[in-house]
């Protein structure tokens, strides 16, 4: 049942919040609840918790983030007693912080796995949502936060004939929950943003063969991944505070970040010695070598130029290195934090198949036609992507007053004030939808902070003596005129990418994402500090 009539049909409980999802957000969500001595159930999709890191399992999975950061702060023994073990953490490795989250603050015991929420809808009489699931439950709750992720949308390719392979077809965003034995198979790989490429070097160890289907080339920069050093890991322990606090400094919420630095003001030379050490340090924080990076074309160049020059000297064969150079601005698509990606282009049994002139024609049964070519195959991974940020908005069947469609604005006008709540949508949270930070921030304190926010949001309400509230929708139309703006203004919208939503047919192109970590803090607790005037509060 999902329509706004049959809502009025018999509710069988009512509790104070619902949350949808298992990943970090819903966790410390439900932890939060629960402190508060709220009645609350989490339902989730899959059958274990973790979101994204749940779903994301493929050969080489792993956080571009690095552990010691990625990881919440909510509670102080918690960060002092996990022990990371690599500088960036595996997908396992994160799932299984997770689970211990979960453990430790007793939260399992709220938690309803293997159940899909297919609607969610607002009750104009009582003010309360109705919740429904693929597992027949129909709960009612005073609020309902959608802790759905912003990268949890898988996509399929727009191919002819995917369905006819004969072979096994996985995407990485789906990934199933076991060992895929690869040794001695013909693997494609179709894309090549960070699932393609993490997933290269993994595959590729022993496969029989490796064709990676490359459409537009990704800038690529080394992890340099490596077992976190205890003594640096009970330094970075030591100095957790001081370590969060320059975080939330900087723009993407990363300790890495602050320069003022300026390419363009030194000499060649003395630039690419700070691109080189950038480079042996590993990481995202490759273009936050200097300030001028995302302000200057003439800046960013200087950055393109050298990774080229890197691809030429890790890649043997010139004709594949100059395939595997990107020529767009570095950064405005996610850079791909991995090791060994280039270098696997040297191995016998990979091959890189560029799809940029003459795309994938269609998949057959044997394997990828491209051309006069079919390309056989045993097994396909889709590295293809997600339906990014108000992907999983639209999949769920969610109204608010009056029957608003929230998948109807979400694909033609995308706006959240915060990225966190929606105007004719009163008590419903999410933390990653349009105008949020979101991907282009370190998540997990994000999500912190957005959570945190709602439920001093909450507890002013109850306080109060209220009990709907939301944003008011020229509230919710100058935030998203600021985020348009900042945009505008910006590299992102130079090229193509899933932040603007060109990977997905019929969907508006728009940036969606709110730049920079400290202003966004700012805006949002001045939201509250003015005492929720942007908000109708009833
Ligand atoms: P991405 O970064 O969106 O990459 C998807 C890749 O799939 C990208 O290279 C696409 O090429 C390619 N793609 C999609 N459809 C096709 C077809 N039809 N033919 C050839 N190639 C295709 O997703 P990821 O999962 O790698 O990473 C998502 C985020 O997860 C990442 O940013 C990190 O934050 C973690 P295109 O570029 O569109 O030409």
């Not at 390719?157 to 060992?179: A, C, K, Q, V, Y």
């Not at 998948?407 to 966190?420: F, H, Q, T």
């Not at 945190?452 to 002013?460: E, G, R």
């Amino acid at each position: 049942m999902s329509s706004a009539d049959e809502a009025l049909s018999p509710v069988v409980s009512h509790v104070d919040a619902i949350v949808v999802g298992a990943g970090f957000m819903g966790v410390y969500t439900l932890y939060r609840f629960l402190k508060q001595g709220k009645s609350v159930r989490l339902f989730e999709k899959g059958s274990g918790v973790g979101g994204t890191w749940f779903w994301n399992s493929y050969p080489g999975a792993r956080c571009d983030v690095e552990s010691m950061e990625y990881s919440y702060q909510f509670d102080d023994a918690l960060q002092q007693e996990w022990e990371w073990t690599e500088r960036y953490a595996s997908q396992p490795e994160i799932r299984r912080y997770i689970e211990h989250v979960v453990d430790r603050f007793d939260l399992a015991g709220n938690m309803q796995f293997d159940t899909a929420v297919t609607s969610v809808i607002f009750d104009d009489e009582t003010g309360h949502w109705i919740i429904e699931t693929d597992n027949g439950d129909r709960v009612s709750a005073t609020y309902c936060v959608l802790a759905t992720g912003c990268l949890s949308q898988p996509i399929m390719p727009n191919i002819e004939g995917l369905e006819s392979f004969s072979g096994r077809m996985e995407h990485t965003g789906l990934w199933p929950d076991e060992d895929i034995d690869f040794t001695g198979l013909r693997v494609g790989i179709i894309g090549t943003g960070s699932s393609g490429a993490q997933c290269l070097p993994e595959i590729s160890k022993t496969a029989a063969q490796v064709k990676v289907f490359q459409r537009t080339p990704a800038y690529c920069v080394p992890s340099q991944n490596r077992p976190l050093d205890p003594d640096v890991q009970a330094y970075m322990k030591q100095n957790y505070k001081k370590i969060r606090d320059k975080a939330w400094t900087t723009r993407a919420g990363i300790r890495y970040g602050l320069t003022d630095r300026m390419a363009l003001e030194m000499p060649p030379e003395e630039r690419e010695r700070y691109f080189e050490a950038s480079w042996q340090r590993g990481g995202i924080g490759f273009t936050a070598t200097f300030f001028d990076l995302f302000d200057s074309l003439e800046a960013n160049e200087t950055a393109c130029v050298f990774v080229r020059k890197k691809i030429h000297e890790i890649v043997d064969d010139p004709v594949t290195a100059e395939k595997l150079c990107p020529h767009d601005v570095i950064g405005c698509r996610r850079l791909v934090v991995v090791n060994d990606y280039y270098e696997s282009f040297n191995r016998p049994n990979v091959e890189l198949i560029d799809v940029s002139e003459k795309p994938i024609e269609r998949i057959a049964p044997g394997g990828v036609v491209v051309g006069d070519e079919t390309h056989e195959l045993d097994i396909i991974v889709l590295a293809t992507g997600f339906d990014a940020i108000t992907g999983a908005l639209t999949r769920i069947d969610i109204r608010g007053r009056n029957g608003v469609v929230l998948k109807e604005r979400m694909l033609s006008d995308p706006k959240a004030l915060m990225g966190m709540m929606f105007s004719d949508f009163p008590n419903l949270f999410t933390a990653n939808g349009p105008g949020a930070v979101a991907a282009l921030s370190n998540m997990v304190p994000m999500i912190e902070f957005s959570v945190d926010w709602m439920m001093d949001c909450i507890a002013y309400l109850e306080r109060d003596g209220k009990k709907t509230i939301e944003p008011k929708h020229d509230a919710e139309d100058a935030w998203a005129k600021h985020v348009d703006d900042m945009a505008t203004a910006s590299l992102y919208v130079s090229c193509s990418s899933y932040y603007l939503g060109d990977n997905v047919p019929g969907k508006p192109r728009k940036f969606l994402l709110f730049q920079g970590v400290p202003e966004y803090v700012e805006m949002c607790t001045a939201l509250a500090n003015e005492g929720y005037k942007a908000f109708n509060v009833e």
